[in-house]
């Protein structure tokens, strides 16, 4: 973990090249495409092998999945959205199609953002062919090139650079010779690049509920958790939506058929983010927990109890493509249901899963913890009413935005999603918090509900820092939660025994039956 400018996305590696060659020009920064003109809009879902960059290191890699977009604008030229793979330019390449060739002629401005060394200026990237600078080499370097060109065959797209994917000793791939690289104004190679893309065409088509179709909050609950969403009866139809915030507006559609409930996969959500298209796939696990996507996903329904109820070994999942299965997230174990108006609102005691005491020479420390999000009975508390207190050494903690830099505001209620991609993480109901407290030796974990200006709140949980004892208002003790089983996935969702070198999917279950999973660089 290290400091690092909010906003300031790139860092590049050590550069080889010193300076830009004399021969070579960069066009006017002003030349950045950052919206398409009015013309024929397409979208794509794109494979790449790409070299994608990290805190202080670099990979070749390859991701599939990845939301695409070309405009055949009606000024007669076509516009490449986003042209990187593992970064979000916001922009467009600029190319001229002839035949079943798309042409761009490069460099070309491709993203900017604000010098933060020289307040008022900014720094420009460039989108250039480069050359390894070696045989192995894990540098490129600016050549005299100027031409990328991409070749249409029917509803697929694939970039020319020649590149062939073999696969290395080590498991890792292959280094390519060209890239599609971004470059600094100055030569330096950015870390990002594209080897080869392969853009295929889809018609994504978004659910449509008939006027006077009413959603009601359904609890929807699932191993390890549980969410409100909003689901619909309409005669035969069924209708869920707001699976994710990221997708509250979009529904996935499905059929009474007898007394089953019965779910298509494949249908479109929308765009997840800015690079990722969202498909619903309905899941079934095998005894390993490796999971594999069904045409029709079938639930049992009751219409007087008014649950649509799934299994153990099945589950719903978000796709990043149409076809097969590439995981964005899952649940398995999924039932939803109309919960009773008068449950109990104290939410469970919650849990430490691991720590690690404030360290000196980090200057942090950090504990991640479980917060239970069903009551006593198993019916789902709102998380959007929740939140958490810490005390540290019995003393309530309130987190300032001096030390706690993301915040907007100082903190001492944590809502219960509340998440900064820093210091606070909220991984469903796993969290953990990175602190700067130094001397702590106990620290200490409240959930709070407030409803109806009524607070709720759960026996506090207390952590010893220096023993590893964890101890509950009622004088519960117990030890840490320790890793009981261990799983590696790869990001399409495949499970594997030993991985090589790449980017997983990192998934313990521990002892106290709560699941994590991170994603994680094997080098």
């Known amino acids: 973990r290290e400091a690092t400018k909010d906003g300031h996305r790139l860092e590049a590696k050590a550069p080889v090249m010193k300076e830009v060659p004399e021969w070579y020009e960069f066009p006017d920064p002003d030349d950045l495409i950052t919206e398409a003109p009015a013309g024929k809009k397409t979208q794509y879902v794109r494979d ?19 939301a695409a977009e070309m405009v055949e604008g009606d000024d007669g030229f076509v516009y490449i959205k986003n042209p990187y793979t593992d970064f979000v330019s916001d922009s467009y390449l600029k190319g001229k199609r002839e035949g079943d060739k798309i042409t761009v002629e490069l460099p070309q401005a491709i993203y900017r953002e604000p010098d933060y060394d020289n307040p008022g200026e900014y720094n420009t990237y460039y989108a250039c062919i480069m050359q390894e600078e070696a045989p192995g080499s894990d540098y490129y370097n600016l050549i005299d090139t100027d031409i990328l060109t991409y070749t249409i065959d029917g509803d697929k797209i694939t970039m020319d650079l020649d590149y062939i994917p073999q696969q290395d000793p080590w498991g890792g791939w292959e280094y390519p010779y060209y890239i599609l690289g971004l470059v600094t104004d100055e030569g330096i190679w950015m870390s990002e690049g594209e080897a080869a893309q392969t853009w295929t065409s889809f018609a994504g088509e978004l659910n449509e ?4 179709v009413t959603f009601e909050p359904w609890a929807m609950t ?5 969410q409100f969403v909003d689901v619909a009866v309409d005669g035969s139809d069924v209708y869920l939506r707001n699976l994710m915030p990221q997708l509250a507006a979009s529904v996935v559609k499905g059929s009474i058929e007898g007394g089953k409930v019965v779910i298509p996969s494949g249908q479109y959500l ?3 983010n800015a690079d990722t298209y969202a498909f619903f796939k309905g899941v079934v696990f095998d005894a390993d927990g490796n999971a594999s996507s069904v045409a029709d996903l079938s639930f049992d329904y009751d219409a007087a109890a008014r649950t649509i109820k799934g299994s153990a070994d099945t589950g719903i999942a978000l796709s990043r493509i149409p076809d ?3 995981v964005i997230k899952q649940w398995r174990d999924v039932k939803f249901a109309v919960q009773p108006a008068d449950i109990d609102q104290t939410p469970l005691t919650p849990s430490f899963i691991e720590w690690e005491a404030y360290n000196e020479e980090t200057g942090q420390g950090f504990f991640r913890f479980n917060l ?34 993301r915040l907007e505001e100082d903190m ?6 509340f998440g900064d991609g820093w210091n606070f993480y909220a991984l469903g109901t796993v969290h953990v918090l990175y602190y700067y407290s130094r001397g702590v030796k106990k620290a200490s974990i409240v959930l709070c509900n407030k409803v109806d200006g009524t607070v ?61 999973v991170e994603k994680k660089v094997v080098r």
């Open 48 to 66: 790449a092998y790409y070299w994608v960059v990290g805190f202080g290191w670099s990979m070749f890699d390859y991701k599939g999945g990845v």
């Open 209 to 212: 509920v008939p006027d006077g």
């Open 222 to 226: 699932y191993e390890a958790g549980g």
């Open 270 to 272: 929308g765009l997840y």
């Open 324 to 326: 097969g299965l590439s």
């Open 372 to 405: 239970p999000i069903l009551d006593k009975d198993g019916y789902l508390l709102n998380a959007d009413n929740m939140y958490y207190n810490v005390y540290f050494d019995d003393a309530l903690e309130t987190f300032y935005t001096d030390e706690y830099t």
């Open 412 to 417: 001492t209620d944590v809502p219960y999603n």
């Open 456 to 516: 709720y709140s759960s026996p506090d949980a207390t952590l010893d820092l220096e023993t590893g004892e964890v101890t509950t208002a009622v004088g519960e003790v117990e030890g840490v939660a320790v890793v009981t089983a261990e799983e590696w996935y790869t990001l399409d969702g495949c499970r594997v025994a030993d991985p090589e070198s790449g980017i997983y999917l990192h998934r313990t279950v521990m002892s106290d039956g709560s699941v994590n």
